[in-house]
């Protein structure tokens, strides 16, 4: 039964036979003839044919349990390569399309000056999709926020708590605050009043995003609108549109490097301001997520750390970081 498990989980991934075989670079007919022969095995249907091929309660446990073997076998053959010289081997690492492109260039530069004979490998997708390849085996570890589904067999290392900022240019704040212009900045950098910026063009991530649930959630706490113009899931897209002088815009505080690197390019009179937002007290965490129970070589660990102590960066007051 226990087999060409992998034959298996393809095809619960895939849901087809031909895709399935074409992966596994086997033949339609022999992936055919395994799921008859595994099924017969059994006892029992795995799979609904009609009128797609979707897996049954019993293939929905099986798969289950294959995961777990599959799991099994990686966190051995860790161990193996662990005990035979510990500077080889791969770290899948998942971490949400934004953060990927602000956060991987130094990390994956220091990691392989600690061990340059083991791959980092990293996939940027949305955290409940990364999650998912998580539990399936297909990454080690990820780097996300909060989601609405808490998966059991998994483990939550909060790593950081982000603050949201809000982002607006020197051009925007004349435009709108002409005659408290500069000398409102030094208020707002004390903490700048939602309330006062409602007539203020905004650009702001899609509705879903941890950002834009903190600022709604806040929005409605104060029973305040704010005018919404443009949304994107690209958090450094946002900021670049703040720095045409397009919209203000928020920043969550991974991004103020990226923010602090545009204002070198920018002319006096365009630069980007930073303001803590009045009132509002409400964190992002960031978590490194891996499932329990699974074998961390020294080599993730490693990485584990180091992923802490480049995030602990990002938590340093607000004008250290700009």
């Known amino acids: 039964m226990l087999q060409n498990y992998e034959y298996f989980l393809m095809l ?5 036979i031909s895709k399935a075989a074409e992966k ?24 609904q044919r009609k009128p797609t091929l979707e897996l049954t309660y019993a293939g929905t446990v099986l798969a289950d349990s294959m995961r777990e073997i599959q799991r099994i076998e990686q966190d051995t053959r860790r161990k193996l390569t662990d005990l035979k010289d510990g500077s080889t081997g791969e770290v899948r690492l998942g971490v949400t399309e934004g953060r990927l492109r602000i956060f991987l260039p130094g990390l994956i530069k ?10 980092l490998r990293a996939v940027s997708a949305p955290t ?9 085996n297909k990454l080690d570890l990820v ?23 809000l982002v607006v240019s020197d051009s925007l704040l004349q435009q709108y605050f002409p005659d408290s212009y500069p000398e409102c900045k030094e208020k707002f950098f004390k903490g700048a009043d939602i309330r006062l910026f409602q007539n203020v063009p905004f650009c702001a991530a899609t509705k879903g995003y941890n950002s834009r649930s903190i600022i709604d959630e806040f929005l409605q706490t104060t029973n305040t609108t704010i005018r919404i113009i443009y949304e994107a899931n690209q958090p450094d897209l946002l900021h670049l549109m703040t720095a045409h002088d397009y919209a203000a815009s928020f920043s969550l505080s991974m991004y103020l490097p990226h923010i602090h690197s545009l204002n070198q390019s920018l002319a006096e009179g365009h630069k980007l301001n930073v303001f803590p937002i009045k009132g509002l007290s409400r964190k992002n965490p960031i978590f490194l997520i891996y499932r329990k129970g699974t074998y961390l070589p020294n080599y993730t660990k490693a990485l584990i750390g180091l992923i802490q102590r480049q995030c602990t960066a990002y938590q340093e007051p607000l004008d250290q970081l700009l």
């Not at 619960?12 to 087809?16: D, F, L, Q, R």
């Not at 596994?24 to 006892?43: A, F, I, T």
């Not at 780097?143 to 900022?165: F, K």
């Open 143 to 165: 780097l996300g926020s909060p989601t609405d589904r808490v998966i059991h067999n998994l483990e939550y290392l909060t790593i950081m708590e982000e603050d949201l900022y």
């Open 128 to 136: 409940k999709e990364l999650l998912e390849l998580l539990v399936d």
């Open 110 to 119: 220091a990691y392989q000056e600690m061990f340059p004979g083991v791959m």
């Open 24 to 47: 596994l670079y086997v033949s339609h007919q022999c992936l055919s003839r395994y799921l008859k022969n595994l099924e017969d095995e059994c006892g029992l249907m795995l799979f």
């Open 12 to 16: 619960a991934e895939t849901k087809n």
